[in-house]
């Protein structure tokens, strides 16, 4: 009968030794504080842990894809803690559709330019000067600046700015290709550092749009020496470490890469260090990580584990700021956040019955909260006051128009404030949207549901997809009862990005959506709502213009955006009439409906790293993950 | 071996329905759910980088390349044929990734995690379920009955909530979170039980909660072997109680759970998502889920279709050696 017992001892025994010694071997390293649920109160005292002592390893020649890793210190090493669980398709390091972009990868590619969307103003990087345009904007010249060399030595010349874009002009599926197609004639090489764009049509915009980074990402030049060898430029992986690939012409090159974190060491030589632009990042190593969810998120930026994240909700950055007061937000008050590039809005899907007319939408804008909207969503650290600084007095972070309060947009917002006053943007009055409404012929039934004057009930399905930024469940609950208030049988849908995309064929009522176009130029934004990009439902249209905003209105609205097109983003003084003109029709009709600047926590940590941007030091946006976060990243100063 | 040539054939025949019928309706229910993929492949790309010029053309274009602009009997015969090549195509979501080195990436982190749970948690709920019954068995064991009980009525995503809030939040003993260290690149051993302390979590749930369904289990069926009088001839005979336990008890009585550990072996693949998901741990049914959510037809058709092959291969495996398990079975014509 003993035998049995001995069985059962060894099997239990067998996992408790396995557990135990599993945890002593892989805690020989600090471990991370440990710390009570997220939504506790914390201890204010904050943690001083010493840089972490990376293994031993034989050093390498130079930093190589796959090969051993360098001794790197922590305090010379920077780490991206990045939204998700983990990375995908990590051996792609093709610059057009490689997860790492935007994750360190983008470090490599470096861009043209680099616009800095707090001052309006494009640095050249790759580019030698400014772009000159043509007088008619048909044609626009681009000088490269001496020096530049890949990863592998060659030289960096027009011929490969001229590839590229024809590249991406061919292969169709590309980012750029439809937009290459719709405005590139040809490029042309006129000598080894000039590239000159000649346009299907008058775009003083286009090197902003394609090489400026004016909002997240750009064109990314590839070596001509490589990629005209390659057959299948889509699938291509630009993943060979035999080969040196990639080649790029950026400091950082990636040595490990894995679901769990990438990481990319600095070149022993770069260009920019070499021709005097700029010094050698002292940065030498940076890693991204993924957060994960919220409570993993904490512990890696209490512990130091994290240098950065690419975004936090409010709640849990105080959580972090209150145990770990090295992190730095934007802007030092709340809401912490800088003004996000992307406006939050409802797009009113103006092809359905309920919401093709302009009365009914102006009565949804005049019933809804939208203070109370922005209370909940950012967890009560947004005011509904103005953030002093930051270009919003008056308004508070509820803009009134779509456009990020950035430079030259905040100016056209305020040249225009009494329009606003004109159209009652700003007004949240139940009643008087209750009466447009009874005026124009929308009846309440015995079940307190309105019908529009062609008989049909007045309905809406607010859709919103997660994001991870901002706490939607509540406050588009209180976007429900501010249309059930007015008579709208209301109600809300979570969905995924497949059914969010498939709204954009025009089976949705509303869609809460950020608005995503103008940095520094307002067309981009305009745009976006011209009715020649109205498609019939089951198509799909570019961006916003999904509202389907139509009509005599919309047709004159578009006629001025077709106006502002032609001139270019500095010519205020012929902007302004046209910007005028736009801002009046849109607020007569309303086609969307603008909810508030989204203030993007993106803070840093300051145990090992200074110099990031700030309110107070905005050279650059502090979201790094932008690919003009090259900026940010070789200009970042060791504390230690 | 009681299999008859007869047997083996229908056999094999069944298996390929079974796979066939699957694979049909695996290529069809994922397109009756809303949502264009092309349209959500353009609305991420404007979402990461502004307008998109002409977006219906981009569209159009990606459909043809993943060949969603075909006639529907067009799109199902070709994923038909290249299904039973293991072709799987590019998936949609993480354009241009391969969808066959997806799968082959987060595999390894399913079956090493589940198919280590499932042989743990069957070797102990066995030798306890039977034990529970076992005339010498320790009174302890009696206790164990409705415990077992308990544990197995407890999903185990539950149980996985339970043990990370008490040993990953309150006691810090195992990570809460992924499947190694931030930062870290071990390899070799370092690397494995670095694997074994990520899984420790995800593991544990899974064990703590299956043990006792096989425990019942085994339980029930040894009831009934019990009374069968070739044990009582072996007891006669002097034969030792452990080995009256294991060859003559156990052995019989874990027919019928072999069957069921089979079954369960052949459906490690469908992952078990809630748990991966809850952990972040970088298997297949996390890959599934979002698959899933973006509407990832290749992906999701891969992945199912794996599935299905590996259910109805562990019942095609378990059908043919069972004669061998049990001499007593003989599959005849009639």
Redesign the interface.
């Known amino acids: 009968m003993k035998f049995y017992k001995w069985v059962l001892v060894f099997l239990l025994g067998s996992m408790f030794v396995l557990s135990m010694s599993c945890s002593s071997e892989a805690t020989e390293e600090p471990k991370p504080a440990p710390t009570k649920a997220a939504a506790k109160a914390p201890a204010p005292e904050p943690t001083k842990v010493p840089p972490t002592k990376a293994p031993e390893i034989e050093e390498p020649k130079g930093p190589v894809l796959g090969g051993k890793l360098r001794d790197i210190p922590r305090n010379r090493t920077f780490i991206m803690g990045q939204v998700g669980n983990e990375f995908s398709d990590v051996d792609n390091l093709n610059p057009y559709s490689s997860v790492w972009m935007a994750k360190g990868l983008h470090f490599l590619f470096e861009s043209l330019y680099y616009l800095n969307i707090f001052d309006g103003k494009m640095t050249p990087w790759l580019a030698a000067d400014q772009p000159e345009y043509s007088d008619d904007f048909t044609s626009v010249t681009v000088k490269l600046r001496d020096g530049i060399t890949w990863s592998d030595g060659e030289k960096l010349t027009a011929d490969d700015v001229v590839f590229t874009v024809n590249m991406i002009k061919e292969e169709g599926t590309f980012l750029y290709s439809a937009n290459l197609n719709e405005w590139l004639e040809s490029a042309e090489a006129v000598d080894d550092l000039t590239v000159k764009f000649n346009m299907t049509k008058p775009n003083p915009r286009f090197v902003l749009d394609y090489f400026g980074v004016h909002f997240f990402n750009a064109i990314r030049v590839v070596p001509e020496h490589i990629w005209k060898d390659i057959d299948d430029k889509v699938t291509f992986k630009n993943n060979d470490p035999e080969k040196g690939w990639p080649v790029g012409t950026g400091a950082f090159v990636p040595v490990k890469l894995a679901e769990t974190q990438g990481i990319f060491d600095r070149r022993d030589s770069w260009w920019a260090d070499d021709v005097g632009f700029q010094s050698m990042p002292e940065v030498e190593r940076v890693i991204s990580v993924p957060l994960g969810p919220a409570d993993r998120q904490i512990n890696m930026a209490v512990a130091n584990e994290i240098d950065w994240a690419e975004t936090f909700a409010a709640g849990p950055f105080l959580t972090i700021k209150g145990q770990n007061d090295k992190w730095i937000p934007f802007e030092k008050e709340a809401p912490y956040g800088f003004v996000d590039a992307c406006p939050f809005a409802i797009h009113v899907n103006n092809a359905r019955e309920s919401w093709k007319e302009p009365i009914a939408r102006i009565a949804l804008n005049h019933a809804i909260d939208k203070a109370k909207f922005v209370k909940l969503s950012h967890e009560g650290v947004t005011p509904t006051s103005g953030s002093e600084g930051m270009g919003l007095e008056g308004y508070g972070w509820l803009e009134p128009f779509l456009w990020p309060a950035y430079g030259d947009l905040i100016d056209f917002r305020d040249k225009n404030a009494d329009l606003y006053e004109k159209h009652n943007t700003m007004v949240h009055d139940v009643d008087k949207a209750n009466k447009l409404l009874d005026d124009a012929g929308y009846t309440k039934g015995s079940d307190g549901i309105r019908v529009t004057p062609s008989g049909e009930k007045m309905s809406a399905v607010i859709r919103w997809i997660p994001t991870g930024y901002v706490e939607f469940p509540a406050p588009v609950q209180s976007l429900v009862e501010d249309l059930t208030a007015i008579g709208v049988d209301a109600s809300q849908e979570q969905v995924q990005w497949g059914p969010f995309g498939d709204s954009a064929m025009g089976e949705f009522d509303m869609q809460l959506m950020w608005v995503c176009g103008s940095t520094k130029d307002v067309y981009a934004t305009l745009d976006g709502w011209h009715p020649k990009h109205v498609k019939p439902v089951g198509e799909k249209p570019s961006s916003y213009s999904i509202s389907r905003w139509q009509g005599p209105t919309a047709e004159k609205f578009g006629e001025a955006v077709d106006a502002i097109g032609l001139l270019s983003p500095n010519d205020i003084a012929g902007l302004d009439p046209l910007v005028r003109e736009a801002i009046d029709l849109w607020l007569s009709e309303m086609p969307s409906i603008p909810l508030f600047q989204y203030p993007s926590i993106r803070p840093y940590n300051s145990t090992y790293w200074s110099n990031f941007p700030t309110s107070d030091n905005a050279y650059n946006t502090p979201f790094i993950g932008w690919f003009s976060g090259n900026k940010v990243i070789t200009n970042l100063k060791a504390v230690e | 071996m009681g299999l008859t040539v007869g047997y083996v054939v229908r056999r094999f025949c069944l298996f390929a329905l079974v796979v066939w019928v699957g694979a049909s309706l695996n290529f069809f229910v994922p397109r009756l ?5 092309a ?21 159009a ?2 459909r043809e ?1 993943f060949g969603l602009d075909e006639p529907l009997w067009v799109q199902y015969a070709v994923s038909m044929r290249n299904l039973f090549k293991f072709e799987f195509g ?2 949609i ?5 391969n969808v066959r ?2 799968i082959i ?1 987060a595999l390894p982190w399913t079956t090493g995690l589940l198919l280590t749970t499932l042989l ?1 948690s069957f ?2 709920g066995s ?1 306890i379920g039977a ?1 529970m019954v076992w005339p ?3 009174n302890i064991f009696k206790l164990v009955s409705p415990i077992s009980m308990v544990f197995a009525a407890i999903p185990y995503y539950l149980m996985a909530l339970l043990l990370l ?1 008490v040993l990953a ?6 990570p ?10 071990l390899e070799g051993l ?1 690397r494995f ?2 694997i ?2 990520y899984s ?1 979590l995800p593991g544990l749930s899974i064990v703590i909660s299956s043990i006792g369904l096989w425990a019942v289990t085994m339980r029930g069926i040894m009831v009934t072997t019990l009374g069968e009088d070739f044990l009582l001839l072996a007891k006669a005979k002097g034969i030792s ?2 080995r009256i ?1 294991f060859w003559y008890g156990m052995r019989n009585a874990m027919l019928p759970q072999t069957t069921g550990l089979a079954i369960a072996v052949g459906q490690i693949l469908a992952g078990s998502v809630i748990v991966e998901i809850l952990f ?1 741990y ?1 298997g297949i049914g ?2 599934l889920y979002k698959a ?4 990832d037809y290749p992906l999701i058709q891969g992945i199912t279709f794996l599935m299905i092959l590996s259910a109805a291969g562990a019942v095609l495996i378990m059908d043919l050696i069972y004669p061998r398990l049990d001499p007593r079975i003989t599959y005849t014509s009639n």
């Open positions: 759910a809303p949502g264009d993929p349209a959500a492949m353009i609305s991420r790309m404007e979402a990461a980088g502004g307008r998109v010029e002409d977006p219906a053309a981009l569209i274009e990606y390349i590019l998936s979501s993480q354009f241009p990734a080195s997806l990436n743990i070797t102990i030798i034990l010498g068995g320790h809030w939040f309150n006691y810090s003993v195992f809460s979170f992924g499947a190694g260290q931030v930062g870290k690149s370092d039980v670095e074994i302390y420790m109680a452990s336990f972040s970088p996390h890959l899933i959510g973006m509407n």
